[in-house]
């Protein structure tokens, strides 16, 4: 990708952005004074407030917040879905902001692996199907796709269930499908919305270190948002969205 002109300095700095400050290491994503609103009912709502954050090659992050406090407006705005009021946000060194919408949807095709509490899949479609989607949506398509996709589904552990359709696969089956389905077109982040949120303790768990263990297999980042402490210490690094700022957290903390 190249590289943007380099944005103009700021004294708008977020804790979240610390580790970038005074190092000669370039974040992969960098979010620069961010600002989203919504309005409803003729009310304007400030979901980010002159927002900046880093996240580096490889990196596990988890985000901590409350329902309705902007976690998911903030994977939105990285993914380029939703676009910000102000501020910039870079890519590899891409400004997405920039990119008209046909490019930000291939942008996200390409580089970005989605999983979601509440799995997404393709109810018509097998947990095979499911996972080649993916690929199949980078022009990746017939025996390639097939062999590709089973096969990260063996690594998750479900292979046997690959001719199944998502009705008759448990909730733990259907996020590891999910799983498979963000990470088989090797993308280079993870942006993972509460993938435990809606599983049994037993089965948070299993999908947890299946999702810890394969993203470092592959060496993407990851973004993971929830609201479980325990979840979120399993990152690299924590950080809180509460008022519309992003906080990182050191140590142990209560929420």
């Known amino acids: 990708m190249s590289k943007?002109?380099?944005p103009p300095a700021t004294s708008d700095q977020s804790p979240a952005d610390s580790q970038d400050s005074g190092s000669s290491v370039t974040p992969f994503i960098k979010l620069d004074c961010v600002t989203h609103s919504y309005t409803e009912s003729d009310s304007?709502?400030?979901?980010l407030k002159k927002t900046s954050l880093s996240i580096h090659h490889s990196e596990k992050v988890a985000l901590l917040g409350?329902?309705?406090s902007g976690k998911s407006t903030l994977l939105n705005?990285?993914?380029g879905i939703d676009l910000p009021d102000n501020g910039r946000i870079h890519f590899d060194g891409m400004d997405i902001v920039s990119l008209d919408e046909t490019a930000r949807t291939i942008f996200r095709r390409q580089h970005i692996?989605?999983?979601y509490q509440f799995f997404n899949l393709v109810p018509s479609l097998t947990a095979l199907e499911n996972v080649a989607l993916a690929l199949e949506l980078n022009g990746i398509t017939g025996k390639l796709a097939r062999e590709r996709?089973?096969?990260m589904l063996e690594r998750l552990g479900i292979a046997d269930r690959a001719q199944q359709f998502p009705t008759r696969l448990s909730g733990g089956e259907q996020q590891r499908v999910a799983i498979a389905r963000a990470l088989v077109h090797s993308p280079a982040v993870v942006l993972a919305d509460e993938p435990t949120g809606n599983l049994d303790a037993k089965s948070g768990s299993e999908v947890l270190n299946l999702l810890n263990d394969t993203v470092v297999d592959s060496g993407c980042a990851l973004l993971l948002v929830t609201h479980s402490l325990t979840v979120a210490q399993t990152a690299d690094r924590v950080l809180t969205l509460e008022e519309g700022t992003?906080?990182?957290q050191v140590g142990d903390f209560a929420w």
């Open 4 to 6: 943007p002109d380099k």
């Open 44 to 47: 304007v709502h400030t979901v």
């Open 66 to 68: 409350r329902s309705g």
């Open 77 to 79: 705005l990285i993914s």
């Open 113 to 115: 692996g989605f999983i």
């Open 149 to 151: 996709s089973l096969s």
């Open 246 to 248: 992003i906080s990182e």
